[in-house]
């Protein structure tokens, strides 16, 4: 295995903590450094938090609605706190 | 959530302060059994036993992790007992998994970024999300909704799964990467589709 793909395995090894900003600052500007000089890594890392962003953008509302929150304080006798 | 609630009065009996709980986190709740199950009526009855479920045993609440991280802990464990009933061959979230592609060889390389907005968060786009999230493994879905949609760190995803937190990092990434790849191949497609207009 060349030196250049096992530092591929070894970013995508690390991606998370990576992308949270969890990795230890020696590795962090390893990886840095190599993700200017590979394409695809540089592909990988930006289409990953892309799609955890898409996820978070089109998650829904943590929000019941009226009919759902009003079955549900019924079914916990609650009813007397609905408002 | 929960900052106007207390322990103390709902472990009392005070009717009034598990009525403000139920209001500050079943939203939360609803959402986690619905991502889970994929199914709202399913995640109604996922809502309605977990507050049951809490307000019966508050009293063996001990408070070693927050009300709210014990909260999703029972929903997660109704969900999936739900659908083990349902698919009875699906794994368990303490199960191990299969080392799918380790090495990352297979991976769809298309840097579909910079599509228009519109495209990336269009109806078939976030159907085609839902679908991709819904395909997960149990036991990496729960992980990814834990801590990327509902935003509990390492430590309270692990603590509400009853997971190591090595074992929360894991399952993290590859649920992750095998989102990425789902959701490469089909924008790469649609760029390939343009690319042909």
């Known amino acids: ?83 | 959530m929960l900052d106007s609630i207390s322990l103390e009065e709902i472990k009392a009996g005070d009717r009034e302060a598990f009525a403000r709980l139920v209001d500050d986190t079943s939203g939360h709740i609803y959402r986690v059994a619905l991502q889970i199950l994929g199914d709202a009526q399913d995640a109604e009855d996922v809502l309605q036993e977990t507050y049951l479920k809490a307000f019966n045993s508050l009293a063996d609440f001990e408070g070693r992790s927050s009300l709210s991280t014990w909260l999703y802990r029972i929903a997660i464990n109704e969900a999936l007992m739900l659908v083990r009933k349902r698919k009875p061959q699906s794994i368990s979230v303490d199960e191990g998994l299969a080392d799918d592609d380790p090495n990352g060889e297979g991976m769809e390389i298309v840097n579909w970024c910079c599509l228009p907005e519109g495209e990336l968060l269009s109806s078939e786009a976030r159907r085609f999300l839902d679908q991709a999230i819904q395909n997960l493994p149990d036991s990496l879905r729960v992980v990814f909704v834990m801590r990327d949609l509902e935003g509990l760190s390492i430590q309270e995803t692990s603590q509400a799964l009853g997971l190591s937190e090595s074992n929360v990092k894991t399952r993290l990434l590859r649920a992750r990467l095998n989102l990425r790849q789902e959701v490469s191949v089909y924008f790469g497609g649609k760029m390939q589709e343009e690319s042909r207009r």
């Open chain 1, 1 to 83: 295995m060349s030196e250049h793909s096992q530092q591929c395995q070894q970013l995508l090894g690390s991606l998370s903590d990576y992308i949270d900003g969890e990795l230890q600052a020696e590795l962090c500007a390893e990886l840095e450094q190599h993700i200017q000089d590979c394409d695809n890594c540089r592909i990988v890392v930006n289409t990953l938090r892309k799609t955890i962003e898409l996820y978070q953008q089109s998650n829904p509302p943590a929000e019941l609605s009226g009919d759902v929150r009003e079955r549900l304080f019924f079914k916990l006798h609650l009813e007397d706190f609905l408002k």
